[in-house]
């Protein structure tokens, strides 16, 4: 057993020695220990803990790489912060990698120097993952993903009811009996991606997305196989089981001969698909992606949908999902969205990139074992809704939604979360 | 030339070469392969410029007076070093020029006046400058002492860093008061070689990577287009 440890352990330093490349030798030098990220970060400002600064954070395994890779590291261990990768380093890394970091980004760019913190925090998940100590409960996420399709692993005939029940729905809904939600459909544009939350517990926000869908004759279907845009392996840095998530994605557009994937409200699924899919296949896309908040804002634009702001006249908030925004890019779109959908809406502060996460980011939504400090970062999150005094928060990303939910009853915030699907739907 | 020459000269060629090999494995970017939203080029251009002010990073607006002592160190620190590095070169660098120093005979001028007043003036800014710089170090390396948060994130390294720096750039200032000194330049050339030796071995070497992780940042900001010059929210 201990040799199998040894063993682990050195398959973690391997693993380290095989990813230095540029970016990741950058961010493992640049930390100055200027100490003044941690009124950046959520876990620090909720939990006043040095542990959770966002350098001891990337101390943890920058201290490893020194030990093992620097001069002075090999030959005098204590000048330098050193960390052997022994029991004791291992625990703390489970327990702040894991269990203190949502890898929202929002230090990167306060940091003094802009040092990248979740890529190193995500290396040493990855070491984890080399020496077999991923979390059980997110770990059991990515295997029922990899096994049945979809994290939730939901059974092909459960989707199919589920989406026949939203077909006699939606038929309802728009008054049309021809009226469908394309079930792998060949010969469309567009492969529409889902969080298996949806069909499980939220499945009026396929509804939704299809009454949209509906409206501006969108040519597209949902596979009965692979519809789940989540990759929790991204998350739990298993490179291959994030690579197989996506190609399967992939696979399944060309199967149907759509040539545009649409990234359901899933930010990490979004990031995922979008920015290291690529990379993890080592190879462009043969067809292309567009997320949906992307692709509504479009329909407004073109008018391909017509919402009326006068059917929505509470106050409605925006929360920006760091995966999509901060780490994505699409920042403005659901803004144009909801001014376009809603007749009153303010702003959180901080905003857009500076947003905090809502707590419930890089896969803390998945492990059971940090559900307490999961709720108590996200007071941060329930008083920036507080504040706006608005009674809908609109946010594309269901586990988002989730945490939203969950802080909503918490805290007693008494507000209706709400997918910008959703509240397109809703003005139409 | 002295021994203190030879010493810093080898010190210097030393922590140039330890720097050039670091600076050469990161030149070589990992392919990126996904499809950009934005530019590369305006994110780092943003990562370089707008991002770095006060106006822009928590670390600096929610703790100005550290920021703003870091910064005056860092270019006390660089002020040092040009001194230093024209000490180097020019045997009688700021000393006026006074018709005595002929190339050739083994002392060199760095001449930019032969008016006293205005070379002891300026030698005196120097010193009030660097004195301050200075100061600015032994405040942050009180603060890494004495704040809880920041002693927990410090290690050995940390703290001999910044004595280093700190004391060299006092020298440099002690120099700029006391040229004729026997002991001020030999002290300083001691002091700019263990700091050259040293440099290479711990978080001083932050010289290379900070530039190496601005270009990181912007790129990855500036290729998703989350960074923009053009960005008028910016
Ligand atoms: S990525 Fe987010 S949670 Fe992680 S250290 Fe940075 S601010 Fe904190
Ligand atoms: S702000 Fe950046 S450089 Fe300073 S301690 Fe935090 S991570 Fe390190």
């Known amino acids: 057993m201990q040799e199998d440890l040894t063993e682990r352990k050195q398959k973690a330093l391997d693993f380290l020695n095989s990813h230095l490349n540029a970016k990741l030798i950058t961010a493992l030098n640049s930390c100055v220990h200027c100490g003044l990220c941690g009124t950046s970060c959520q876990y620090y400002i909720a939990l006043k803990e040095e542990k959770y ?46 269990g203190a970091c949502t890898m929202c980004g929002r230090c990167v760019a306060h940091c003094s120097v802009g040092v990248d913190i979740p890529f190193v925090v995500r290396t040493g998940r990855m070491m984890l993952q080399q020496m077999g100590l991923v979390p059980k409960s997110i770990q059991s996420t990515v295997d029922a993903a990899l096994n049945t399709g979809n994290n939730m692993a939901i059974s092909k005939q459960d989707f199919i009811d589920t989406i026949t029940w939203l077909n006699d729905d939606l038929q309802y809904e728009v008054n049309d009996d ?48 692979y519809y789940d845009i989540t990759n929790y392996a991204y998350f739990v840095g298993d490179e291959e089981g994030a690579r197989v998530i996506t190609e399967r994605l992939v696979n399944e557009a060309i199967k149907y001969g759509a040539d545009t994937i649409i990234l359901g409200e899933c930010g990490h699924g979004s990031r995922a698909m979008r920015w290291e899919g690529p990379n993890w296949m080592k190879e462009k896309y043969p067809v292309k992606t567009i997320t949906a908040v992307e692709l509504l804002a479009q329909y407004i634009r073109d008018g391909r949908i017509k919402p009326d702001k006068t059917k929505i006249t509470d106050l409605v908030t925006i929360h920006d999902p760091c995966n999509l925004v901060r780490n994505g890019g699409v920042i403005e779109e659901q803004r144009y969205i909801v001014n376009a959908c809603c ?82 739907a809703d003005a139409l | 030339m002295t021994i203190f020459h030879w010493l810093l000269i080898a010190a ?15 030149i070589k970017q990992p392919k990126d392969y996904a499809d950009p939203k934005g530019s590369v080029a305006d994110g780092v251009t943003f990562s370089c410029t707008k991002a770095m002010l006060p106006t822009h990073k928590e670390s600096a607006y929610l703790h100005l007076p550290t920021y703003i002592a870091g910064i005056i160190y860092h270019i006390g620190t660089f002020t040092s070093i040009i001194l230093l590095l024209l000490q180097l070169i020019f045997t009688n660098f700021m000393l006026p020029y006074t018709g005595n120093c002929e190339m050739g005979d083994g002392t060199s001028c760095f001449i930019f006046s032969s008016n006293w007043t205005f070379v002891v003036y300026l030698r005196l800014f120097f010193a009030v400058a660097l004195a301050v710089s200075s100061l600015c170090g032994v405040a942050i390396l009180i603060k890494r002492f004495t704040n809880k948060e920041l002693k927990a994130l410090s290690n050995i390294d940390d703290y001999l860093s910044n004595i280093f720096v700190t004391l060299f750039q006092m020298f440099s200032a002690i120099v700029m008061v006391a040229p004729y000194s026997t002991w001020t330049q030999p002290a300083l050339f001691i002091m700019g070689t263990i700091l050259f030796i040293y440099m290479p071995l711990g978080k001083l070497r932050h010289v290379i990577y900070f530039l190496s992780a601005r270009y990181q940042l912007g790129a990855f900001y500036g290729k998703r287009g989350v960074w923009s010059m053009k960005n008028k929210k910016h």
């Not at chain 1, 101390?59 to 912060?81: M, N, Q, S």
């Not at chain 1, 469908?180 to 889902?194: A, E, F």
Request: glycine share 6%.
């Open chain 1, 53 to 98: 600064m966002p350098a001891a954070k990337v101390d943890l395994v920058a201290g490893i790489y020194r030990r093992y890779h620097t001069f002075a590291g090999k030959v005098f261990p204590k000048l330098t912060g050193t960390h052997e990768l022994d029991d004791e380093t291992i625990d703390k890394m489970v327990d702040t990698l894991f």
């Open chain 1, 178 to 225: 021809n009226a469908t939600i394309p079930l792998n459909q060949s010969g469309v544009k567009m492969l529409y991606t889902v969080n298996p939350r949806e069909p499980k517990f939220f499945p009026l926000s396929i509804s939704a997305i299809a009454k949209v869908f509906y409206l501006a004759k969108e040519s597209w279907t949902l596979s009965t196989d």
């Open chain 1, 343 to 424: 007749s009153n809406f303010v702003e959180m502060n901080p905003n857009r990139e500076d947003n905090f996460c809502c707590g419930g980011g890089g896969g803390q939504l998945a492990m059971s074992e940090y559900n307490e400090r999961r709720m108590k970062i996200g007071k941060i999150k329930a008083d920036q809704i507080r504040a706006t005094g608005a009674k809908i928060v609109v946010t594309p990303c269901h586990n988002c939604v989730d945490q939203l939910n969950s802080i909503n009853l918490e805290y007693k915030l008494g507000v209706t979360i709400k997918t910008i699907a959703e509240i397109v």
């Open chain 2, 12 to 26: 210097l060629v030393f922590c140039f070469v330890s720097c050039l090999r670091w600076f050469l494995k990161l």
